[in-house]
């Protein structure tokens, strides 16, 4: 079935998005899977009801939307990211990641800080009380967890249901993340936890996991988070390969959007990528400023200055050092390159050359026997599982 070639304009706006009800609304990967008997997950170092994890579970005419306090008097009869989540999506078995802010009410103080005025339901609902509810009222082995301890000591194999919400916001950077028990867990370990959960459904389970934060960093031009973030995210698909099989399950790892990040110069072999590229001046023909620079830099962002910032003897490698850009911008922008797609498992072969974005989603659901392939497949379906990550967005 194609999609329909009706333009929605619902940009923030209620009332267009009600009128057109559920026609408007697409069903996800995540919902398709759960109705085809198996389970499903969301892992993200973002918030939970950030745009790429609410793209799994939510339909929203604004982003944004994530509380009810983020939704303005006129677009009230919407309902936000986080109520959305616990009301619609409570079979969902594993949601961990950051965002905590948007299930508690304003009038309670954050559990992990005790501060007041961080938590943002305006309505007094309570969601993480609503979904401990829901799942004993189900009689299901569930957990709440919000530090590192916690959830380390969820024995998945005894717990179906897992929500986890590890920060007010965003999780940590990796490179300024609390190890301790108080702490948070990493994308790793999130994974790892998910996975072992997911896979005791004999129908198999379908899982989004998102290294949230390499977006972050880059918006903010600190390319050695980003780079560290991007590291995380390679941990948690090398946890996740080492969990499943390939011969009956799926993995995607992409991203959904690149940045004006570039890598540049005819650096000396064995530079430090976050250094100088020619430090002594010796080797490379000079800049037309005189001033030297670094290999990794950025088209557009806050690392713009005027006159060029001369880098002669700073350090370039510290953890907030901030690249330098083009264009001068609070934060850096989104980029319009073909981003890269590898798969492997069942129909991985799929992936080849160019695509459009939407193919995506066709290949796993004709690879898991859901959605619109759900009665294409010649074995019983269900014998397939798909683990997809994603890469994040602003
Ligand atoms: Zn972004």
């Known amino acids: 079935m194609l999609l329909e070639s009706t333009i929605y304009n619902l940009t923030s706006d209620c009332s267009a998005y009600i009128s057109q009800g559920e026609e408007a609304e697409i069903d996800s990967i995540i919902r398709q899977a759960i109705e085809q008997g198996k389970s499903a997950g969301v892992v993200t170092t973002a918030r939970l009801t950030h745009a790429t994890p609410a793209a799994t579970y939510a339909h929203s005419p604004d982003r944004n939307w994530e509380s009810d306090a983020d939704i303005g008097p006129a677009n009230g009869a919407c309902k936000d990211i986080a109520q959305q989540l616990i009301d619609n999506n409570h079979d969902i078995q594993v949601l961990l990641g950051g965002g905590r802010r948007a299930f508690l009410p304003v009038s309670e103080p954050d559990p992990e800080t005790n501060a007041p005025g961080v938590n943002k339901r305006m309505d007094g609902r309570n969601l993480v009380d609503d979904w401990e509810s829901i799942q004993q009222g189900k009689n299901n082995n569930y957990r709440y967890v919000w530090k590192k301890q916690d959830f380390d000591d969820v024995d998945p194999d005894e717990v179906d249901f897992l929500l ?9 950077y990796e490179l300024e993340r609390d190890t301790s028990g108080d702490g948070e867990p990493s994308l790793a370990e999130m994974t790892d936890k998910a996975i072992k959960i997911l896979r005791r459904n004999k129908n198999g389970f379908a899982l989004m996991v998102e290294g949230g934060r390499i977006d972050h960093a880059h918006h903010e031009n600190k390319a050695k988070k980003s780079l560290e973030e991007t590291v995380q995210f390679e941990e948690a698909i090398k946890m996740a390969m080492s969990l499943i099989d390939q ?30 590229v020619d430090p002594l001046g010796i080797n490379i023909e000079p800049t037309l400023d005189g001033l030297p620079y670094t290999s990794l830099l950025y088209g557009n962002g806050p690392g713009y200055t005027s006159p060029r910032q001369d880098l002669t003897g700073v350090n370039t490698e510290t953890t907030d050092f901030i690249q330098q850009s083009a264009v001068p911008l609070e934060f850096d922008t989104h980029s319009g390159e073909d981003v890269g797609i590898y798969a492997l498992g069942p129909m991985s072969h799929l992936f080849h050359g160019v695509h459009e974005q939407h193919y995506v989603a066709h290949v796993i659901q004709y690879a898991a026997c859901i959605g619109e392939y759900a009665k294409n497949c010649r074995k019983k379906s269900g014998t397939l599982r798909s683990v997809i990550h994603g890469n994040p967005e602003v």
């Open 164 to 172: 986890g919400l590890f920060s007010p916001s965003h999780m940590q």
């Open 247 to 276: 011969k009956d399950t799926l993995v995607v790892v992409t991203a959904d959007h690149s940045h004006p990040f570039s890598l540049t110069g005819y650096t000396n072999r064995g530079n430090p990528i976050l250094g100088l």
